[in-house]
């Protein structure tokens, strides 16, 4: 089984305690978002978790802290954008985010710091000249600290495209992704980084391959273990990931992007994280009257075969 930790929150900048002692007890619960009283117990001990993968825009709270993931398998996706404070409103200055990409790559290798330059999109102060002029002097800084970047353009989710518009931001055409894709490839090749595209179109004639954040190649690469994993059904149709848990919340990110789909309001998520107990079972909530807790079905298959998951073999019991 492949954590994810998380696609919905920045659980290494805001609530990594609180994941060290989720793996500590040897499990989670994690509220579906899609049906709310439906909870998952998801087992974490070291027997079932083949990796964890973990999503962040600022990986410094977790740097002292590594130690303490001891003999779990993972690796580091850390997103280094160009935008300022009205687009990223809570993020520290690039200069100081950049150091930190390097100090984690210093204590887990360049192949388990993985650069992320998500989203790409253009108004009038981020134009195709100012990413090429940003994508280059990041690339330049983490020449040896990085061997991946993953990229992927913007996309108007109904919930901020009202936020995105205001802010002169529209979908960007086919033509300007793959001539933008082609040039942050080739910058990409001059600075030892292989650039690959992820949940966007065929950008093979940029010669930008597809990518998978959630890796079964790396994930072998850094196991040692040959994984051969299917694609996610649960991700949209243009998203390469293979098979993960989730085990974040939405609403729970202090990050502050304009551009996020993971939160529906500041208000909301302020509330969300008054709530925060890093000794909770689940994160920024609790069990509710009328919730009902499945035990997660998963096992680890370090031969190389998929691994199993399966909500319905699980035992279920109602919360009273």
């Known amino acids: 089984m492949i954590i994810s930790a998380s696609r919905r929150t920045d659980i290494p900048r ?14 989670v619960l994690v509220r579906n978002p899609m049906n709310y009283h439906q909870v998952s117990r998801v087992p974490l001990s070291p027997e079932v978790v083949d990796c964890i993968v973990f999503w962040t825009k600022n990986a410094e709270p977790m740097l002292e802290k590594l130690d303490c993931l001891g003999s779990y398998p993972y690796y580091v996706q850390f997103t280094l954008n160009p935008y300022g404070n009205e687009m990223e409103c809570a993020l520290p200055p690039k200069e100081r985010l950049i150091t930190t990409f390097r100090h984690l790559a210093e204590k887990v290798g360049p192949p388990r710091a993985v650069w992320r330059y998500s989203p790409v999109l253009l108004n009038e102060a981020y134009t195709a000249e100012a990413h090429l002029e940003f994508f280059t002097k990041t690339a ?8 991946q970047c993953k990229l992927s353009f913007i996309d108007l989710y109904p919930k901020i495209r009202k936020c995105m518009a205001a802010h002169g931001v529209s979908a960007v055409a086919a033509g300007e992704q793959i001539a933008l894709a082609r040039e942050f490839a080739e910058i990409g090749r001059r600075n030892g980084i292989e650039v690959s595209a992820c949940g966007t179109l ?7 391959p597809p990518a998978k954040c959630i890796d079964d190649a790396l994930i072998s690469r ?11 059904p649960g991700q949209r149709s243009d998203c390469y990931c293979v098979k993960s848990v989730d085990v974040g ?13 993971a939160n529906v309001s500041d208000e909301t998520v302020k509330k969300n994280m008054e709530s925060y107990d890093p000794h909770a079972p689940m994160l920024c909530g609790t069990l509710l009257q009328g919730d009902k807790v499945a035990q997660r079905a998963a096992k ?21």
């Not at 065929?202 to 930008?208: E, K, P, Q, T």
């Not at 850094?222 to 996610?232: C, E, F, N, S, V």
């Open 249 to 261: 919340a939405y609403d729970t990110c202090g990050n502050g992007c304009r551009y996020c789909y």
């Open 140 to 147: 330049e800084a983490l020449q040896g600290y990085t061997e």
């Open 14 to 27: 805001f609530y990594f305690e609180w994941f060290l002692n989720r793996l500590a007890d040897g499990f």
């Open 202 to 208: 065929d950008l093979a004639a940029a010669g930008v």
């Open 300 to 320: 680890s298959d370090r031969a190389g075969q998929m691994s199993v998951f399966d909500m319905d073999a699980g035992q279920e019991e109602t919360w009273r």
């Open 222 to 232: 850094i196991t040692g273990y040959r994984y051969r994993l299917k694609k996610d």
